[in-house]
């Protein structure tokens, strides 16, 4: 079955970039989807189709995937932008998620 | 306004069934692949099952042969039932809706299921 794998965690000063990362076998050829989840909260897709963010998702979140790597940028992290991140591809008739990424903000 | 809302999550022993159900709004849930996600506690997110705009059903392996995914088109409502439950089926369950490039563009609240003796 098909894994993508994550960091667990990602530590950043407020303000720096946070760069989290996703690798699965020719991940640049299906498309990547990247979430938010907050404590309590249910998650938020911030990038869609590899580099599209949703109406209201802020402008400092961006994201790329090639090769055998997707990526989630954060330029400015702040504060608010602590949480959870998980990425997701389809691979046959499957939702794949990765183990996801505890950003730290501090 | 799309609004996906879950019920029927609670206490159960192992073995036994539950049903959960996803109340869809602002959108007809067969135009729409639709989901279910699952959080179990201190862990990540697990996709669990899909029903496609066809009707055709696909599950995780962990859950195959005990979950089943449907829908009620006049309710507008996306049903899980869970037959015997395993202690490791604890999770928070979430239902959504597939967006663009087989993403999850809309999520409910999470409905929490326990199985436990």
């Known amino acids: 079955s098909y894994e993508l794998t994550q960091a667990p965690s990602l530590s950043v000063s407020p303000g720096q970039t946070a760069s989290i990362t996703c690798s699965g076998d020719k991940l640049g050829d299906k498309f990547a989807s990247w979430y938010q989840k907050k404590p309590g909260q249910s998650p938020v897709v911030v990038i869609y189709?590899?580099?599209k963010r949703p109406s209201g998702i802020p402008e400092r979140f961006s994201a790329s995937n090639s090769g055998n790597t997707a990526t989630l940028t954060i330029s400015g992290t702040q504060t608010m932008d602590e949480a959870d991140y998980y990425c997701q591809a389809w691979d046959n008739n499957n939702w794949v998620f990765g183990g996801g990424t505890k950003l730290t903000v501090l | 306004e799309v609004q996906l809302v879950e019920t029927g999550g609670g206490l159960v022993q192992p073995g036994g069934s539950l049903r959960l159900s996803c109340a869809a709004s602002g959108f007809i849930i067969n135009s729409k692949y639709m989901s279910w996600v699952r959080q179990a506690p201190g862990k990540g997110l697990e996709w669990v099952s899909v029903?496609?705009?066809?009707?055709?059903?696909y599950y995780a392996d962990s859950v195959k042969g005990r979950f089943a995914i449907s829908r009620d088109n006049s309710e507008n409502t996306v049903y899980l039932q869970m037959n015997s439950l395993r202690v490791e089926d604890t999770a928070v369950y979430y239902c959504a809706r597939e967006g663009d490039g087989f993403s999850y563009d809309s999520w409910g609240q999470g409905t929490p299921v326990t199985v436990s003796s």
């Open positions: 189709q590899d580099v």
């Open positions: 029903i496609y705009t066809s009707g055709t059903t």
